[in-house]
T-cell receptor, first 117, second 116 residues
Framework: AQKVTQAQTEISVVEKEDVTLDCVYE???????LFWYKQPPSGELVFLIR??????QNEISGRYSWNFQKSTSSFNFTITASQVVDSAVYFC??????????????FGQGTTLQVKP | GAVVSQHPSRVICKSGTSVKIECRSL??????MFWYRQFPKKSLMLMAT?????????EQGVEKDKFLINHASLTLSTLTVTSAHPEDSSFYIC????????????FGDGTRLSIL
């Protein structure tokens, strides 16, 4: 069965600190995609990144970086030098691509990040 | 690019009213649209998946007669909450995806539904 676990419910940091949001997933498919979305207080979900199961290269985009490790089924997200505007709920999600799958997203429970000035 | 518009953003209405929520992909053709429900401080729960011109596929436990979904074109899907009751109050979010399942879903801004 597919499942995404974000064990950290809430994280609070002070501005300029680095913070890592954990994501662990379970799937039987060999082909799948992992995503991170940001949900600020206004409610909309903002797409951050997509990673396929065959590409374990880490990715960096500005202050954001992602560490994908298939051996531990983890796809962790690090924000470097956090800012108040990073305060939001962050969701990790899994999309299975095996036969019969529609590619629907299975979301983790979300991690609420609060960055204090 | 990849803008999804959801309307209305907020609805307050009396119990028994039917409410229609629209989801439009503004700058791309959405072969698949999804409808989610989110309770306060909770994750998104997928309600149904709809492909243009086909009947929606509902997740287990979601009443299809209660939550009517129409995906009449490649840019528009609607969710109608029929005879809404207070327990239907929630945050409803749609998403749209172009192409296959490996493409990211792009989300609307959500609709906060409050049934009195």
């Amino acid at each position: 069965a597919q499942k995404v676990t974000q064990a950290q419910t809430e994280i609070s940091v002070v501005e300029k600190e680095d913070v890592t949001l954990d994501c662990v997933y379970e799937t039987r498919d060999t082909t799948y995609y992992l995503f991170w979305y940001k949900q600020p207080p206004s409610g909309e979900l903002v797409f951050l990144i997509r990673r396929n199961s065959f590409d374990e290269q880490n990715e960096i985009s500005g202050r954001y970086s992602w560490n994908f490790q298939k051996s531990t089924s983890s796809f962790n997200f690090t924000i470097t030098a956090s800012q108040v505007v990073d305060s939001a709920v962050y969701f990790c999600a899994l999309s299975e691509m095996g036969s019969g799958n529609t590619g629907k997203l299975i979301f983790g429970q979300g991690t609420t990040l609060q960055v204090k000035p | 690019g990849a803008v999804v518009s959801q309307h209305p953003s907020r609805v307050i209405c009396k119990s028994g009213t039917s409410v229609k929520i629209e989801c439009r992909s503004l700058d791309f053709q959405a072969t698949t649209m999804f409808w989610y429900r989110q309770f306060p401080k909770k994750s998104l729960m997928l309600m149904a998946t709809s492909n243009e011109g086909s009947k929606a596929t509902y997740e287990q436990g979601v009443e299809k007669d209660k939550f009517l979904i129409n995906h009449a074109s490649l840019t528009l899907s609607t969710l109608t909450v029929t005879s809404a009751h207070p327990e239907d109050s929630s945050f409803y979010i749609c998403s749209a995806r172009a192409g296959q399942g490996n493409q990211p879903q792009h989300f609307g801004d959500g609709t906060r539904l409050s049934i009195l």
